[in-house]
């Protein structure tokens, strides 16, 4: 077994916190190593400005601090987003609160935004060497004293120099009130802000919840193009809880990533691919452990897609298998790219059940 899987299991016997804090330490050290992942240039999508040549990254909630991300880029991920970071430092929920439901390939989080604060989060940022991975912020807001329309702007504006693109954050379920930002009235106000504080800001990319209500979806939509959005994450975690969960810690509190939220995420992937055509670059997230799930999202209309709690179950081999095995799936399926496959299926994914 190679050494890093070994690590991954090694991990996964400690607290889940506490093991993601180790992982975390060790990645800033280097003790990860760098990892080769193949090469196919059929596989490289154009996004924030350049080409990213694996267009599978990591998603936000991993790297808070950006502590890790030279060692992140090292295992080959096409581009990482560090986050969520609020404007002053804050703790987060009280422990333990994250949670594994390993025999559901799900993860349990109510972290709450527990960050150091945007300041040394973009000291470190723009430490970082930005030429083998392409980097994203993930902004959110403080639990108390929040201001949204000061809040973001003053985010963006810290990390606008060093950053390939923004994510808003409003959708995190760990943070009272913070889905209401979704709404198209309030969330365009937001943007507004930002504009006309940062009218140069990176390509900015706002993150939806799978729980919204698919009916405000076509107005969320136009409002997004009608801000010159460069495009949306989909989707962040869940607070549903499919019956078929065994976990022991199902009923805990926050939001639930892994393979239960692929369906539900996937569906509301192809409802927006739907809506918004090529107008906008979507992200895909949610339940992305194989290759063939990885091209079900670029099929629902994503040109890129993100993973996390599989990273966190299988660790840094992940990445090459789903290199290899997107590849093989293009040949199967005699796409001369991967590009020409991004939204094929999206009629028949945006009916799957959720």
Do not use: C
């Given at each position: 077994?190679?050494?890093?899987?070994?690590?991954?299991?090694?991990?996964?016997?400690?607290?889940?916190?506490?093991?993601?804090?180790?992982?975390?330490?060790?990645?800033?050290?280097?003790?990860?190593?760098?990892?080769?992942?193949?090469?196919?240039?059929?596989?490289?999508?154009?996004?924030?400005?350049?080409t990213?040549?694996?267009?599978?990254?990591?998603?936000?909630?991993?790297?808070?601090?950006?502590?890790?991300?030279?060692?992140?880029?090292?295992?080959?991920?096409?581009?990482?987003?560090?986050?969520?970071?609020?404007?002053?430092?804050?703790?987060?929920?009280?422990?333990?609160?994250?949670?594994?439901?390993?025999?559901?390939?799900?993860?349990?989080?109510?972290?709450g935004?527990?960050?150091?604060?945007?300041?040394?989060?973009?000291?470190?940022?723009?430490?970082?060497?930005?030429?083998?991975?392409?980097?994203?912020?993930?902004?959110?807001?403080?639990?108390?004293g929040?201001?949204?329309?000061?809040?973001?702007?003053?985010?963006?504006a810290?990390?606008?120099?060093?950053?390939?693109?923004?994510?808003?954050?409003?959708?995190?379920?760990?943070?009272?009130g913070?889905?209401?930002l979704?709404?198209?009235?309030?969330?365009?106000a937001?943007?507004?802000?930002?504009?006309?504080?940062?009218?140069?800001?990176?390509?900015?990319?706002?993150?939806?919840?799978?729980?919204?209500?698919?009916a405000?979806?076509?107005?969320?939509?136009?409002?997004?193009?009608?801000?010159?959005?460069?495009?949306?994450?989909?989707?962040?975690?869940t607070?549903?809880?499919?019956?078929?969960?065994?976990g022991?810690?199902?009923?805990?509190?926050?939001?639930?990533?892994?393979?239960?939220?692929?369906?539900?995420?996937?569906?509301?992937?192809?409802?927006?691919?739907?809506?918004?055509?090529?107008?906008?670059?979507l992200?895909?997230?949610?339940?992305?452990?194989?290759?063939?799930?990885?091209?079900?999202?670029?099929?629902?209309?994503?040109?890129?897609v993100?993973?996390?709690?599989?990273?966190?179950?299988?660790?840094?081999?992940l990445?090459?298998?789903?290199?290899?095995?997107?590849?093989?799936?293009?040949?199967?399926?005699?796409?001369?790219?991967?590009?020409?496959?991004?939204?094929?299926?999206?009629?028949?994914?945006?009916?799957?059940?959720?």
């Amino acid at each position: 077994m190679p050494v890093a899987d070994l690590a991954t299991a090694a991990l996964r016997l400690l607290e889940p916190e506490t093991a993601h804090n180790a992982a975390i330490a060790a990645l800033r050290l280097g003790l990860a190593g760098r990892q080769r992942v193949p090469a196919d240039p059929r596989l490289a999508m154009p996004a924030f400005g350049r080409t990213i040549a694996l267009p599978i990254g990591l998603a936000a909630g991993f790297d808070k601090n950006a502590a890790a991300l030279a060692g992140l880029s090292r295992l080959g991920f096409g581009f990482v987003e560090a986050g969520t970071v609020t404007r002053r430092p804050q703790p987060g929920n009280p422990k333990p609160r994250l949670f594994r439901l390993e025999d559901d390939g799900a993860l349990i989080n109510r972290m709450g935004f527990n960050n150091l604060g945007i300041e040394g989060f973009a000291a470190r940022l723009a430490r970082t060497d930005r030429a083998l991975t392409a980097l994203g912020a993930n902004l959110g807001i403080n639990k108390e004293g929040a201001d949204p329309l000061a809040d973001y702007p003053a985010l963006v504006a810290a990390v606008a120099p060093h950053a390939d693109y923004v994510a808003i954050n409003v959708s995190s379920p760990n943070t009272p009130g913070l889905r209401d930002l979704q709404a198209a009235d309030r969330l365009a106000a937001i943007l507004d802000a930002i504009r006309a504080a940062v009218p140069n800001a990176p390509p900015l990319f706002v993150k939806l919840a799978p729980d919204l209500d698919e009916a405000a979806l076509p107005e969320l939509v136009d409002m997004a193009i009608g801000r010159a959005v460069a495009g949306l994450i989909v989707s962040n975690t869940t607070l549903a809880r499919p019956e078929s969960l065994r976990g022991a810690a199902r009923g805990e509190a926050g939001g639930l990533s892994g393979a239960p939220l692929f369906n539900r995420a996937t569906r509301m992937l192809a409802r927006v691919r739907l809506l918004a055509g090529d107008r906008l670059l979507l992200i895909g997230v949610g339940g992305v452990a194989t290759p063939e799930q990885a091209l079900a999202k670029f099929r629902a209309g994503a040109s890129l897609v993100q993973v996390y709690t599989a990273f966190v179950y299988q660790g840094p081999s992940l990445l090459p298998r789903l290199a290899a095995g997107l590849s093989a799936l293009l040949d199967q399926y005699g796409a001369a790219t991967l590009a020409e496959l991004v939204g094929r299926d999206a009629d028949r994914l945006a009916e799957i059940a959720p």
